[in-house]
């Protein structure tokens, strides 16, 4: 029975999320839609700002998703499970102050929820006027970012070249793998949204080809809140055994703090891939596509989040080389 793919729409207060769930709501495009809105506050205002339509519109006004109503969401995605056929895609959007995290986890880690829901996307919305002092100012503008496979720089006709251009320099300080695109009252094609799969962990790639070449560690800037991104490149072939107990030992023990990684790997003895992301303490692996005959066999790692030790990484990712290599 085919899962069904849910678009999660986030980004801090007023960046346009609604404009973007009424965007997609009114275009053309002859899907049905599960609308979820999650909002912080008793009195639900965003569910009424949504577009008239034939979508079902579900409220959950208790608190953030990433808090008190995590079993709330769970209960809505339940019921809607239980009418399956009757619309093809979820879309939620949640409160300007959410942390992604904790309804990717939903997602990866409540088993019902697993079975019948495939999370397709985690999209953010940034005010481009407002963007820097957001960042400045709230770590969940940050974090918002840090999750994104997308991120919409809204409300582009408001400031010059050079303001996109900083905004996009410092979205991949925080988050080097997310497409962004730049956008007036979220525009932009309603196929750059749907049908992502980016969460796909058996179709997972990096989105900038570049971090093949990266240096192995980024700084983020101070007002970044000590978040940062290590990208990590190995021409050596790993140990699959060693490489999980190193994973899954650093996410129980760090984890709290690695907000999100990230992998395409080269192990010893096997044709395909090896996948792997986590968030947070959760992990999940995968065999991914077969190396290509004249492919080099290079492995690429993203690890982002606060206060990351470089050198534990890196050491044991080189401890993780299979016998007679060096990574």
């Known amino acids: 029975m085919r899962s069904i793919p849910v678009t999660v729409l986030t980004g801090f207060l007023g960046t346009g999320k609604t404009t973007l769930l ?12 599960a609308v979820i809105v999650n909002e912080f506050g008793e009195i639900g205002i965003d569910n009424e700002l949504v577009v ?20 709330d969401l769970i209960r809505v995605l339940s019921g809607l499970a239980r009418r399956r056929g009757a619309f093809d895609a979820v879309l939620l959007e949640t409160t300007g102050l959410a942390d992604p995290a904790a309804i990717i986890q939903t997602f990866a880690m409540d088993e019902d929820t697993r079975d019948a829901f495939t999370l397709d996307s985690v999209t953010t919305v940034v005010d ?3 963007f820097p002092r957001h960042v400045a100012e709230n770590r969940q503008a940050l974090e918002q970012v840090v999750y994104a496979d997308l991120v919409i ?15 996009e320099a410092a979205v991949r300080r925080l988050n080097d793998t997310a497409e962004i ?15 992502r799969k980016a969460f796909d962990i058996g179709r997972m790639l990096f989105g900038n ?7 192995g560690h980024v700084h983020a800037h101070e007002h970044d809140h000590g978040i940062q991104s290590m990208s990590f490149t190995l021409n050596t ?7 999980g107990t190193f994973l899954a030992d650093l996410l129980r023990e760090h984890g709290q703090d690695i907000y999100r990684c990230k992998g395409i790997m080269d192990v010893a003895g096997a044709s395909q891939r090896f996948i792997f ?51």
């Open 22 to 33: 009424n965007r997609v709501l009114s275009e053309n495009h002859g899907r049905r839609f």
């Open 52 to 71: 008239s339509s034939d979508e079902e519109i579900y409220l959950m006004n208790n608190g953030c998703i990433c808090c008190s109503v995590r079993g």
């Open 128 to 130: 481009a006027v407002h």
């Open 153 to 167: 720089c809204n409300k582009a006709d408001l400031v010059d070249d050079a303001a996109i251009k900083d905004i």
């Open 181 to 195: 695109v730049a956008a007036v009252r979220c525009d932009l094609p309603i196929d750059k949204l749907l049908d």
């Open 209 to 215: 080809p570049a971090l093949a070449a990266a240096p």
């Open 237 to 243: 072939p790993l140990d699959p055994e060693k490489l």
């Open 277 to 327: 992301q986590g968030v947070h303490m959760y992990l999940e692996t995968a065999w991914g596509a077969p190396w290509k005959d004249d492919e080099a066999h290079t492995s690429k790692a993203v690890f982002i989040g606060r206060g990351l030790d470089r050198d534990l990484v890196e050491k044991g990712l080189a401890a993780s080389a299979a016998k007679g290599g060096a990574a």
